[in-house]
Antibody
Framework: QVQLQESGPGLVKPSQTLSLTCTVS??????????WNWIRQHPGKGLEWIGY???????YYNPSLKSRLTISVDTSKKQFSLKLTSVTAADTAVYYC?????????????WGQGTMVTVSS | SYELTQPLSVSVALGQTARISCEGN??????VHWCQQKPGQAPVLVIY???NRPSGIPERFSGSNSGNTATLTISRAQAGDEADYYC?????????FGGGTKLTVL
């Protein structure tokens, strides 16, 4: 059974870099069948797709975040990571990692439990 | 940019049928997916590619998509179906989510 688990600091200071990691168990992160995504949810709000990494290195980002965003993968650790620079209070959110694939039409079929990140001094 | 519009809330009597709409320009030409999110929990996929159910999702959940409207239908609604429901599509350059619909089972 595939499981995803986010980890990282729960508190980040304004202007600093937010860094999160998603650990994948029960599946190969190197598989070209799947895309590995980050999605966030501002408190009390809806969902916002951040971006994905695919095929051990190809990335695609939400244009609204692209200038501050890096998604990378460490296949040996079965982890993929998110780095968001120059954060502000507007980046306070629950961050989810999720899997999607071509067979499902890019539906997010597996989600991590989410991790709350607060941007505050 | 592509936009999806959902009603803020839908109410349904216990045991009746709930329908949640997701409107977008020519959405019928896109693959629409639906996820369910209960308070304090991560979303769960309930419908993918318009009408397909992942394993473990009850047959009471169904979907359709045509023209400018996609619809999630929940038959024989149960108290456990109370949740927020989000549609989403690939909008060309990004994934687009609807604003979400809160389903209340009366």
């Amino acid at each position: 059974q595939v499981q995803l688990q986010e980890s990282g600091p729960g508190l980040v200071k304004p202007s600093q870099t937010l860094s999160l990691t998603c650990t994948v168990s029960g599946d190969s992160i190197s598989s070209s069948d799947y895309y590995w995504n980050w999605i966030r949810q501002h408190p009390g709000k809806g969902l916002e797709w951040i971006g994905y990494i695919y095929n051990s290195g190809s990335t695609y980002y939400n244009p609204s975040l692209k200038s501050r965003l890096t998604i990378s993968v460490d296949t040996s650790k079965k982890q993929f990571s998110l780095k968001l620079t120059s954060v502000t209070a507007a980046d306070t959110a629950v961050y989810y990692c999720a899997r999607s694939g071509d067979k499902g039409g890019f539906a997010f079929d597996i989600w991590g439990q989410g991790t709350m990140v607060t941007v505050s001094s | 940019s592509y936009e999806l519009t959902q009603p803020l809330s839908v109410s349904v009597a216990l045991g009746q049928t709930a329908r949640i709409s997701c409107e977008g320009n020519n959405i019928g030409t896109k693959n629409v997916h639906w996820c369910q999110q209960k308070p304090g929990q991560a979303p769960v996929l309930v419908i993918y590619r318009d009408y397909n159910r992942p394993s473990g999702i009850p047959e009471r959940f169904s979907g359709s998509n045509s023209g400018n409207t996609a619809t999630l239908t929940i038959s024989r609604a149960q108290a456990g179906d109370e949740a927020d429901y989000y549609c989403h599509v690939w909008g060309g350059s990004t994934v687009v989510f609807g604003g979400g619909t809160k389903l209340t089972v009366l």
